[in-house]
Structures are given as structure tokens and as C-alpha cells.
């Protein structure tokens, strides 16, 4: 099984890439690859950048990447309610990909995690309305809130054992999902 974890954030120090990273390692015999965004800037999307440019290889990188996973982590940074910028900017340009959804259908499981008591909510929901207008297949959402509370950084795991176990259940129903299809 390959997953790809995405990062939807560009900070250095991105909390939901430690998230999505912890995550991706409950995966029992899986291949993985964590993706940060910053590979992946490309100027602002614009009509005519398109018209005149064309879309970036680096949303074919990404799209390809996609393509190549057979489960999707993403967890997304909540910025004033939605996503970040740099994640917003990759989904635009991936989405102007002529005759493709932007995740392709790929099983998902759509995080998010924040310094405050939301967890990301905002995101969350914004995303999970969002995505399956691009071929999202939003199997399980899952929050983290009070990062720095629920998530202990020098083991790179989730502290607070009643969201692990919580996250561990909705990865099993991924897995299993993922079993099923490959048979």
C-alpha cells in the first residue's frame, strides 16, 4: 500500500506535518511519502498566466504524486478558517489539469490539528464540503486540538490517548477500505 501524506501548509515548523507524519507511521506494511508544499510553489494562480503559460509541471508533480497513492493523509492548516494559501494555490493549479479531479478518488483521510480548542474545524469542514467537487473521497475527518497539549514533539506522537485511539480506528477503517479494493 503507498500513502502519501500531504502537509497542507509551507511552514517549516507545520504542526499538521507532524500530525500527518505520526499518522502515516500507523500504517502497518505501507510504503510512505510525506509531502511538503514547498516544492510545489508555483506563481498565484491567474486566468491569464493559464491562458498564456500554461499550468505548472509542478502541478503535474503533484497531480502524479496523487495519482501514484492508494491512500491520501491530508491534513490541512486552518488559516482564518480555510486553508492556507499555499495549499489553496497547488489545489487551484491541479484543478486546471485538463480532463482529471484534483484527488482522483483516492481514499482520504482529511486531518487538522491547531493551537486552539477547534482543532481546525474551520478547515475541516470547508475541505470536507469542498474536496468530493474534485474527486475528494473523504473516508474519515479527524481533529486535533491544543496541539501542543495532545501532541508530544520530541516522540512525534499524539499524547492525548483518547484522540490516538481515536485516530488509530479511523486508520484501520482506511486500511481496510484500501484492503478491499486491492482485491
Do not use: C
Not at 503533484?62 to 488559516?79: M, P, R, T
Not at 496541539?147 to 481496510?176: G, M, P, R, V, Y
Amino acid at each position: 500500500m503507498k500513502i502519501l501524506a500531504i502537509a497542507g501548509s509551507n511552514s517549516d515548523v507545520s504542526m499538521n506535518k507532524q500530525l500527518v507524519a505520526y499518522a502515516s507511521t500507523l500504517f502497518d506494511h505501507a510504503e510512505v511519502e510525506v509531502v511538503d508544499l514547498n516544492p510545489f510553489e508555483m506563481p498565484i494562480y491567474k486566468h491569464e498566466r493559464e491562458l498564456s503559460g500554461g499550468v505548472p509541471q509542478e502541478a503535474h508533480d503533484f497531480a502524479s504524486k496523487i495519482d501514484g497513492a492508494n491512500v491520501l493523509l491530508v491534513a490541512l492548516a486552518e488559516h482564518n478558517g480555510t486553508y492556507s494559501t499555499a495549499f489553496k494555490n497547488v489545489f487551484d493549479w491541479v484543478s486546471r489539469i485538463k480532463d482529471r479531479t484534483v484527488w482522483n478518488e483516492v481514499p482520504m483521510l482529511l486531518m487538522s490539528t491547531s493551537p486552539g480548542g477547534r482543532g481546525g474545524a474551520g478547515v475541516l469542514d470547508a475541505a470536507s464540503k469542498r474536496f468530493p467537487f474534485h474527486g475528494g473521497n473523504v473516508v474519515e475527518t479527524f481533529s486535533l486540538p491544543f496541539f501542543n497539549d495532545n501532541f508530544d514533539k520530541t516522540a512525534q506522537k499524539i499524547s492525548n490517548e483518547e484522540k490516538n485511539s481515536e485516530l488509530k480506528e479511523k486508520i484501520k477503517k482506511i486500511a481496510a477500505i484500501e484492503t478491499i479494493l486491492e482485491k
